[in-house]
């Protein structure tokens, strides 16, 4: 069988870690993005803004998952430009290299994230048969979060301009006690210092790891299946969510079962305000209700679609 080569950035952080581990458990090669190493086969160069890629080795398909934190402190003008800037110029370097190569991968996954759509009302609808949340169709909101997406996806335009088939991935909040909203949860809700944020209505739209693996691992094995969810201009955005979105309070209370421990201590909205400012109002107390019409359409069947049996297992087994 043809040895699949797969270049992956953002190799280091939660989702990349989980991927490279299975892709290379499936049998895929896979090749980490070096920055700022000029020795190496996949090379990022930051000062010049531009991907270095080893035409010895012809990629199969390509992985785009970096970008620096959103969460990890407040948000200065300077970290909000670092943000925005780092994302868009890696990806727009890469999306160039990548229109470049003599052999274009047969798939090119660019992260993106549902911050794209803006912020949702707080309130649920009155029947739990009918939620409103956006979904693949959805406008751009128009926020700070929405620029960065909006800025993100255009950065990939010189691969779609090449005839690459590209996947925008949309990803929710990835649940994981590795890392992330739920690893950072977990020791202050272990020690029964958890809560709700705020009033707890905000809506949050999540994914477990695993699921968000296994979606990546489908779009992989199944290239076909990028071209067939395409919009008009030849990117296909997938929300890498699963099931409804769910309050704070739901997610509190799902979390804290899992943990057995009581979650009596809230974190009021001027606290968090005080703490985070902008960050704390648009990551911990604003709503990102989004739902998918594309990740069923899939190749692939979720095994976390509530977000109990979500926390319950990766609590259980550590994920």
């Known amino acids: 069988m043809t040895q699949r080569h797969v270049l992956l950035t953002g190799a280091s952080g939660l989702i990349g870690t989980a991927l490279a581990a299975h892709l290379t458990a499936s049998g895929f090669v896979v090749h980490k993005l070096a920055r700022d190493a000029r020795s190496a086969a996949f ?82 609808p009155a029947s739990p048969h009918t939620d409103s949340c956006f979904d693949e169709q959805s406008p751009a909101g128009d926020d700070f979060l929405a620029e960065v997406g909006k800025s993100w996806e255009a950065a990939t335009l010189p691969a779609r301009d090449a005839g690459i088939p590209t996947v925008h991935l949309r990803f929710g909040v990835v649940m994981s006690t590795r890392g992330g909203v739920l690893g950072k949860m977990l020791l202050p809700f272990s020690l029964c210092l958890g809560g709700r944020l705020g009033s707890g209505s905000q809506r949050m739209s999540w994914i477990s790891l695993p699921d968000a693996i296994g979606v990546l691992s489908s779009l992989l094995n199944r290239p076909e299946q990028a071209a067939a969810l395409a919009d008009d201009n030849g990117a296909t955005a997938i929300n890498l969510v699963a099931g409804r979105p769910v309050t704070n309070a739901e997610f509190t209370r799902a979390l804290g079962n899992a943990l057995n421990r009581p979650t009596v201590l809230p974190l009021p909205s001027p606290v968090i305000n005080l703490l985070f400012g902008e960050m704390g109002r648009a990551l911990l107390l604003g709503s990102a209700a989004v739902c998918s019409t594309k990740v069923q359409a899939l190749d692939y069947t979720l095994k976390h679609p509530s977000i109990e049996s979500a926390i319950e297992h990766l609590v259980s087994n550590r994920t």
């Open 43 to 124: 090379n990022y160069d930051s000062n010049s803004k531009t991907v270095v890629l080893d035409s010895s080795i012809p990629l199969y398909a390509a992985v785009n998952l970096a970008g620096p934190s959103i969460a990890d402190g407040r948000w200065s003008e300077s970290r909000k430009r670092d943000i925005l800037e780092n994302r868009r110029d890696l990806t727009h370097a890469l999306s160039s290299a990548l229109a470049s190569a003599s052999t274009p991968p047969a798939v090119y996954l660019s992260a993106s994230a549902i911050g794209y759509y803006g912020p949702s009302p707080d309130q649920e």
